[in-house]
């Protein structure tokens, strides 16, 4: 920032900022321990994860987001990419996949799936569509039933088309103070 002077027989004085755009690539990493069991011993064990961000792919504005965190009691990994556009159109759309997998006391969980939304906003008002596709499977100890899995941990598949509309006329989204919203699904 810098400041220079003005035109001639001007009071004032202009502004100059040079900005530069920033790195579009990042990577982050972590490690540390964590305490459970995959048994009837309760323990330390170490894990970790990688992640990489890339907010400019191709010089287009697309967005590449990943994540994998790995111990000996979970795996998963996750990819995002985001796009503005849908060809010519400005209808921003958001692609997904996941992978985790779970060991608990007496089964092991393994979760996968991806989902595609496209949204599109007029001031106060988006409309998006998603199709979403999850698939659960689930491995048991010999001795148990499926019965002694959690609910949220038995074997499923489905797949869902989502509509939604929200209006949103407040004047905070975080801290309101007045206006109302509506989310139809």
Do not use: C, M
Request: cysteine-free; hydrophobic content about 35%; charged content about 30%.
């Amino acid at each position: 920032v810098e400041l220079s002077r003005a035109a001639l027989g001007s009071t004032g004085e202009d502004l100059i900022v040079r900005v530069e755009e920033g790195r579009p690539r990042r990577v982050s990493y972590s490690l540390g321990l964590e305490y459970g069991s995959a048994d009837a011993t309760q323990k330390w064990r170490p894990r970790g994860g990688f992640s990489f961000v890339h907010n400019n792919v191709a010089g287009r504005a697309f967005s590449l987001r990943t994540d994998v965190r790995v111990s000996q009691l979970d795996q998963s990994a996750r990819v995002l990419f985001d796009q503005p556009y849908a060809g010519r159109f400005p209808v921003p759309l958001t692609y997904s996949v996941f992978f985790f997998n779970e060991t608990k006391d007496h089964w092991d969980v393994v979760r996968w799936g991806g989902r595609i939304e496209a949204n599109r906003t007029w001031g106060d008002r988006r409309a998006s569509l998603a199709y979403d596709y999850r698939f659960v499977e689930t491995t048991i100890d010999r001795g148990f039933t499926l019965r002694d899995v959690d609910r949220e941990d038995r074997p499923f598949e489905i797949s869902s088309l989502t509509p939604s509309f929200l209006w949103d006329r407040r004047d905070d989204p975080v801290l309101a103070t007045r206006g109302w919203s509506s989310l139809v699904q």
